[in-house]
C-alpha cells in the first residue's frame, strides 16, 4: 500500500528447545531486523523447554536490538512438546488481551528471516479484511551430504511452484510452521489453542490418538473450517537451517514419514469439509495428494512386470523415459530453484518414489509417529500388548492386500497377462468343453 501500513504492534511466537547458539543467534538478529524494518514496538513471545536457549536468546537481543522498543516474555512449558509450547504461549497471549488486528509471527527457532520478511507481508492484512494468515516463501541451507541439500532445495522449488497457484484460490494447502503470520484474532480462541495443545485423531484400526508434530496442518484445518482467507508471500522469504547428525538416508527417510503422516492424517478431514466449503481447487488437491501416492507407483510396476514376464528390454527403456522426463521437470523446477543442480534429475525421481512409498506404508499407520529433530519424540498407540499386535498385523495384512491389489490391477489393465474372461468362467460351468 502506499500509505505504507503497519500494525500498531508486532508479535512473534517462537519454540525451541536445545537449538545450536550459532542457529539461535542467527535467527535473533533476524527477528531484530524485522522489528527494526517495521519500525514499530514488538513482543516476542518464547515458548522454551530450557534455559539454555532463553539465556542466549536475552543476550543476544541486548547485544544487537537494545535500540528497539522490544519485550521479551518467556513462557516455560511444563508439558514437553512443541505443540504444549505454543498452546501455553498463546493462552499468554490471550491473557494479556493482546488486540484483534495486531500482527503475530509463528516461527520456529531455526528459521532465519531475509530483510525485509515481515513487511512484505503486513500490507495484505490492510488490503484485504478477510485476511487471517498468510504463509511466506522458504528455503533450506543444509549441513549435511551435498545429495541431502539437493533433495530439499528441490522440494522446496515444488513448495515453490505450486503454492503460486495454489494461493489464487485465496487458500493454500499448509501454513508452514517454520514461518507464518496471522491476524490475531483467531489465534487467541480458546477452540484455536486447543486445536493446538491436543489435535487428535479418531481412526477405526488405532483408535483416539494425538498429533505429534504437524501444528502447520492444524492451523490449516482451523482456517480452512471457518472459511479464513488465506495466501502466499512470495517475496517474503527465510531459511530453515537443517543439521543432520549421523545417518543422512535415516534422516530423510523420518523426515518423510514425519511429512506424510501430517498430510495423510490431516487431508481426510480437510476432504470431509466438502467441496462447498473449501474452494474446489484446494479440496480436490487434498484428494489429488491421496491418488497421486497410488498413481506414482503404476510406472515402475509395469516395468517391473513387463521385465519379469518378457525382456528385460523394458527396464533400459523405463530408464530412457526417466531420464527424458525428469529431465524435462528439473529444468522447469530450476527456474523455481534459482539455481541449475545437475542432481535435481536424480533426486526428483528419488523423491517422487520413496515419497510414495511411504504414504502407502503410512496410511495404514497413522499412529506411528516420529520427530527425529525435536528431542527424536515418538508416539504410538499404546494398550493391551495382543491388541497392539493384531492391530499391527491387520495394517500389514491391509499393506498387503493394496500393493497386491495394485500390481494385479496394472498388468491387467496393460494386457500384460491375458484376462481371464468369458472363457475361463465357460470351464467352471461346463460350457468349455460343449
Avoid at 533476524?30 to 523447554?49: F, K
Avoid at 516474555?73 to 484483534?100: C, E, F, T
Avoid at 527396464?315 to 539455481?339: C, K, N
Wanted: hydrophobic share 50%; net charge positive.
Amino acid at each position: 500500500l502506499e500509505g505504507g501500513w503497519r500494525p500498531k504492534h508486532l508479535h512473534f511466537m517462537m519454540t525451541t528447545y536445545k537449538e545450536h547458539r550459532s542457529i539461535t543467534e542467527a535467527v535473533v538478529r533476524g527477528m531484530v531486523t524485522q522489528i527494526r524494518e517495521a519500525g514499530i514496538p514488538a513482543t516476542i513471545w518464547l515458548g522454551s523447554g530450557d534455559r539454555f536457549d532463553e539465556d542466549i536468546i536475552a543476550n543476544q537481543l541486548k547485544a544487537v536490538g537494545n535500540d528497539l522498543e522490544i519485550t521479551l516474555n518467556i513462557i516455560r512449558q511444563n508439558v514437553g512438546g512443541k505443540r504444549m509450547a505454543i498452546g501455553l504461549v498463546l493462552r499468554a497471549m490471550s491473557r494479556a488481551n493482546v488486540p484483534d488486528d495486531d500482527i503475530v509471527v509463528f516461527m520456529d527457532g531455526d528459521f532465519i528471516m531475509e530483510s525485509n520478511a515481515v513487511r512484505s507481508c503486513l500490507p495484505l492484512f490492510k488490503l484485504y479484511p478477510d485476511l487471517e494468515a498468510v504463509t511466506t516463501d522458504e528455503d533450506v541451507i543444509a549441513e549435511a551430504p551435498r545429495w541431502m541439500q539437493s533433495m530439499l532445495s528441490m522440494r522446496f522449488a515444488q513448495r515453490r511452484m505450486a503454492m503460486q497457484s495454489h494461493a489464487l484460490s485465496g487458500r493454500v494447502l499448509t501454513l508452514t510452521g517454520r514461518m507464518s503470520v496471522f491476524r490475531v484474532r483467531h489465534v487467541k480462541k480458546l477452540e484455536f489453542i486447543r486445536l493446538l495443545e491436543a489435535d487428535y485423531l479418531n481412526h477405526w484400526l488405532w483408535g483416539s490418538f494425538r498429533f505429534l508434530s504437524g501444528d502447520d496442518k492444524s492451523t490449516l484445518y482451523y482456517m480452512l473450517k471457518v472459511g479464513a482467507r488465506l495466501l502466499y508471500v512470495p517475496d517474503s522469504m527465510g531459511y530453515t537451517v537443517e543439521v543432520v547428525e549421523g545417518n543422512g538416508v535415516n534422516r530423510m527417510v523420518q523426515n518423510y514419514r514425519r511429512w506424510s503422516g501430517n498430510m495423510l492424517r490431516n487431508g481426510a478431514r480437510v476432504i470431509a469439509l466438502g467441496p462447498r466449503r473449501v474452494p474446489f481447487f484446494i479440496w480436490w488437491c487434498f484428494v489429488d495428494q491421496r491418488i497421486a501416492m497410488w498413481t506414482m507407483l503404476v510406472n515402475p510396476a509395469v516395468a517391473i512386470a513387463a521385465a519379469t514376464l518378457y525382456s528385460w528390454a523394458y527396464l533400459i527403456q523405463y530408464f530412457l523415459f526417466l531420464a527424458i522426463s525428469r529431465l524435462m521437470l528439473s529444468l522447469v523446477l530450476s527456474s523455481y530453484a534459482r539455481t541449475v543442480d545437475m542432481w535435481f534429475p536424480f533426486v526428483l525421481y528419488i523423491n517422487q518414489l520413496i515419497n510414495a512409498a511411504v504414504k502407502v506404508y503410512s496410511i495404514f499407520r497413522l499412529s506411528k509417529q516420529r520427530w527425529f529433530n525435536r528431542g527424536d519424540q515418538k508416539s504410538a498407540v499404546s494398550g493391551d500388548r495382543l491388541l497392539v499386535m493384531a492391530r499391527e498385523g491387520f495394517a500389514g495384512f491391509q499393506t498387503t492386500v493394496a500393493v497386491t491389489a495394485l500390481f494385479l490391477i496394472v498388468i491387467l489393465m496393460t494386457g500384460l497377462v491375458e484376462t481371464p474372461g468369458f472363457r475361463l468362467l465357460g470351464f467352471f460351468t461346463g460350457d468349455f468343453w460343449g
